[in-house]
Nanobody, 116 residues
Framework: QVQLVESGGGLVQAGGSLTLSCTASGSIYSINDMDWYRQAPGKQRELVAVITSGGNSNYADSVKGRFTISRDNAKSTAYLQMNSLKPEDTALYYC??????????WGQGTQVTVSS
């Protein structure tokens, strides 16, 4: 079992920056990918960024060039650096992990609100 705790959300003006953190505990040795998802009110949850255990990353088109995902395996923590934030980035952001056995775990979410 993997437990995930996110932090770093908040209220920011458009054009501003935030960094989200996601710290894993439990069976951290089994984690392969770490992902960030988001869900805005009335919308489906969407994948924002993925980082593999080897450090390869992928992004949704809507955040490419503005968001950067990274991970510190020694701290069992993944980060999402968000720059040039837009009101449409407002959502509840979730961290997720996928183990080698393809079991998925979710954090509780952290709210990001971008004011115009």
């Amino acid at each position: 079992q993997v437990q995930l705790v996110e932090s770093g959300g908040g209220l920011v003006q458009a054009g501003g920056s935030l960094t989200l953190s996601c710290t894993a505990s439990g069976s951290i040795y089994s984690i392969n990918d770490m992902d960030w998802y988001r869900q805005a009110p009335g919308k489906q949850r969407e994948l924002v960024a993925v980082i593999t255990s080897g450090g390869n990353s992928n992004y949704a088109d809507s955040v490419k060039g503005r968001f950067t995902i990274s991970r510190d395996n020694a701290k069992s923590t993944a980060y999402l650096q968000m720059n040039s934030l837009k009101p449409e980035d407002t959502a509840l952001y979730y961290c997720a992990s996928i183990t080698i056995a393809e079991d998925m775990s979710w954090g509780q979410g952290t709210q990001v609100t971008v004011s115009s």
